[in-house]
Antibody, heavy 122, light 107 residues
Framework: QVQLQQSGPGLVKPSQTLSLTCAISGDSVSSNSAAWNWIRQSPSRGLEWLGR?????????DYAPSMKSRITFNPDTSRNQFSLQLDSVTPEDTAVYFCARADGRWAYFDSWGQGTLVTVSS | EIVLTQSPDFQAVTPKEKVTITCRAS??????LHWYQQKPDQSPKVLIKYASQSFSGVPSRFSGSGSGTDFTLTINSLEAEDAATYYC?????????FGQGTKLEIK
């Protein structure tokens, strides 16, 4: 049974960087079958897929076009976790952020983190 | 980018009623359509994968159908615990996308 545990600050100032981490138990971030995703949810945007990372002999990264210029995912094999970094945040980035596992690049999300409310405010 | 449109946005239903939620894709996505249930302050949970396959442990009253652009989630004999928001999700192409959600309220 895969479990995902999120951590990170709940308050970020405008123009700064949002950083969240998703720790994995029951699977490996460098699994050759899984894909590791970030999704966010806000009243204005609903559920929004931010992107994914996965390992298939090398690391791959797919980012949502709307986020591509300021988003980075970092897998950490030593700690079995992956992280999200979102630069130059604005109040529009205020949302609940989720990490999620997919059992394949084109698969559904079978495990989710608990969600982290991130508020962008000075 | 594929847009998923759900209907209705909101429905008030009585226990034991049959509920149908639809999800229409802006272009064909085969069977790469999944359904989730989300209750307040919880993460979404998968109910139906690949349009019609029930996820392990999901009650049999939940079923899905469809392919191409038109999909349906059916809840037979609704129970009070089914009060939640339901989302469809496509994994046919990037960027992945979700429907706007359908909120079910129990009368």
């Amino acid at each position: 049974q895969v479990q995902l545990q999120q951590s990170g600050p709940g308050l970020v100032k405008p123009s700064q960087t949002l950083s969240l981490t998703c720790a994995i138990s029951g699977d490996s971030v460098s699994s050759n079958s899984a894909a590791w995703n970030w999704i966010r949810q806000s009243p204005s945007r609903g559920l929004e897929w931010l992107g994914r990372t996965y390992y298939r002999s090398k690391w791959y990264y797919d980012y949502a076009p709307s986020m591509k210029s300021r988003i980075t995912f970092n897998p950490d094999t030593s700690r079995n976790q992956f992280s999200l970094q979102l630069d130059s945040v604005t109040p529009e980035d205020t949302a609940v952020y989720f990490c999620a596992r997919a059992d394949g690049r084109w698969a559904y999300f079978d495990s989710w983190g608990q969600g982290t409310l991130v508020t962008v405010s000075s | 980018e594929i847009v998923l449109t759900q209907s209705p946005d909101f429905q008030a239903v009585t226990p034991k009623e049959k509920v149908t939620i639809t999800c229409r894709a802006s272009q064909s996505i085969g069977s790469s359509l999944h359904w989730y249930q989300q209750k307040p302050d919880q993460s979404p949970k998968v109910l139906i994968k690949y349009a019609s396959q029930s996820f392990s442990g999901v009650p049999s009253r939940f079923s899905g159908s469809g392919s191409g652009t038109d999909f349906t989630l059916t809840i037979n004999s609704l129970e009070a615990e089914d009060a939640a928001t339901y989302y469809c999700h496509q994994t046919n192409s990037l960027p992945q996308s979700f429907g706007q959600g359908t909120k079910l309220e129990i009368k």
